[in-house]
């Protein structure tokens, strides 16, 4: 079992920056993708960024050169560092982890970008 606790989220103005921090604790191992995921109000939840076993990472269109995804195995964390942030990245912004049927999800930060 693996559980992940998502930390780091906030009201920014546009224009600003936070950093999202997931730790994760229970089975897990740096062979689990991990990805951040986000939900605005009344919509879907939709990927963010991913990054796998090896780092290399996958970054939707919409968040591309703003945003950085990485990991650090030693600790178990993820992160996602959002810079030039905008109102539209408000979200719900959930961790999430997968190693082949395994999938885990914590129970997200709010995001808010507002002046």
């Known amino acids: 079992q693996v559980q992940l606790v998502e930390s780091g989220g906030g009201l920014v103005q546009p224009g600003g920056s936070l950093r999202l921090s997931c730790a994760a604790s229970g089975s897990i191992s740096s062979r689990y993708t991990m990805a951040w995921y986000r939900q605005p109000p009344g919509k879907e939840r939709d990927l963010v960024a991913i990054?796998?076993?090896?780092?290399?990472?996958y970054y939707v269109d919409s968040v591309k050169g703003r945003f950085t995804i990485s990991r650090d195995n030693a600790k178990n964390a993820l992160y996602l560092q959002m810079n030039s942030l905008k109102p539209e990245d408000t979200a719900v912004y959930y961790c999430?982890?997968?190693?082949?049927?395994?999938?885990?999800w914590g129970q997200g930060t709010q995001v808010t970008v507002s002046s």
């Open positions: 999430h982890a997968f190693l082949h049927r395994e999938k885990y």
């Open positions: 990054i796998n076993s090896v780092s290399s990472t």
